[in-house]
């Protein structure tokens, strides 16, 4: 397949964030998915996010599995770590990439079909073990690649572009992550920008597992009358539970005067702006938001925002007590400290 490489050259008027660079810098190849695939929103959305977030793009792993989702890496953040692993996999090779290397923002991009099929598993203890991650599922309900097979995401009934009706129940990835223990848990769609920038934005400061599922529809074979993954379908049943943005160093939990406002602490000492559109909606109770999702789900409503939070989120390295001192910087003697140590440690475990 041949790429079509981007300019290099940028106009010199083009605005640039707090590290020197414009957004232009954090694009990638030109990309070689259907014109209007939802994806190429969700990569655009997430360049504008790095962006705004003023990160190093040299500071960040990228890491996608197979199908039309796990191509966008190549479209965006040229000048970041990419690696592309066989199908399903991509969790357990980041889990290995963020244990030797915990100085790195991970990106995780995936399909319904990489992680709601052959990848669930993976998927699970991704997320149960809390790895610092921004896992991101593009999820259009079909496999694009193969030409347009329901996916372990569409929902029962739906219908496909030739006609066939689903009758096996959808795996609703939000739900799970929400109850294998994932910190940070938000669902986006990719035609609403608004909406899904600062979500992402939240997902990359979040200090522990934060799962983004994304609806994007397939134009190719999953945009027409009788999918739930269309772009009109999703308009018409999409329930926003809140709109948020993104704030620093924001220290109480309710702005003064605006009941409907209300500032959520984020690990590293940041917060979500986040505006109730719900009555009632706690985004910080993670029972009240597996209810919420199934509630909005049985009503034939698609919920969007962000669903859940722990504010107090602990990743895979606290977990495991790892060396704060990344374990690709550690010499020989400080990883193999020898026979006397290992007995040690091994009688430690009697």
Not at 190 to 217: C, M, N, T, Y
């Amino acid at each position: 397949m041949t790429y079509i490489a981007k300019p290099k050259l940028h106009h010199p008027s083009l605005t640039k964030n707090a590290v020197g660079y414009t957004r232009r810098d954090y694009e990638g190849k030109v990309s070689t998915l259907c014109a209007g695939c939802g994806h190429d929103s969700v990569s655009a959305a997430i360049v504008q996010a790095c962006w705004q977030l003023d990160i190093e793009p040299h500071r960040v792993a990228k890491l996608s599995g197979i199908g039309c989702s796990s191509k966008t890496p190549d479209y965006f953040l040229g000048a970041s770590h990419g690696f592309n692993t066989v199908h399903g996999r991509m969790p357990s090779v980041l889990t290995g990439a963020n244990l030797a290397n915990r100085e790195l923002l991970y990106l995780g991009i995936s399909g319904d079909g990489d992680s709601a099929s052959i990848g669930l598993g993976q998927f699970a203890h991704a997320m149960r073990r809390g790895v610092r991650m921004v896992y991101i599922v593009e999820n259009n309900g079909v496999y694009g690649l193969t030409k347009g097979q329901f996916s372990a995401t569409a929902d029962r009934g739906s219908v496909a572009k030739k006609g066939a009706v689903n009758h096996d129940a959808s795996i609703d990835l939000v739900s799970m992550a929400l109850q294998l223990g994932a910190s940070y848990v938000a669902r986006g769609f990719s035609g609403d920008k608004d909406q899904l920038v600062p979500l992402i934005e939240g997902a990359i400061r979040h200090g522990g597992a934060a799962f983004i599922d994304v609806i994007s529809p397939c134009v190719a074979f999953n945009n027409h009358a009788g999918s739930t993954r269309s772009y009109d379908y999703v308009r018409e049943h999409n329930e926003a539970v809140n709109r948020i943005d993104f704030i620093d160093l924001a220290e109480q939990q309710h702005a003064a005067g605006d009941e409907s406002l209300i500032l959520v602490p984020q690990p590293d000492g940041s917060a979500i702006r986040l505006r109730r559109l719900l009555p009632d909606y706690a985004p910080t109770d993670r029972i009240a938001a597996m209810n919420q999702v199934q509630a909005l789900a049985a009503a034939g409503e698609i919920a969007t925002g962000l669903l859940y939070l722990d504010p107090e989120a602990r990743d895979l390295h606290q977990a495991l007590n790892t060396s704060a001192r990344p374990l690709n910087q550690l010499a020989e003697a400080e990883l193999c400290p020898g026979a006397k140590a290992l007995a040690k440690i091994n009688a430690g475990l009697r």
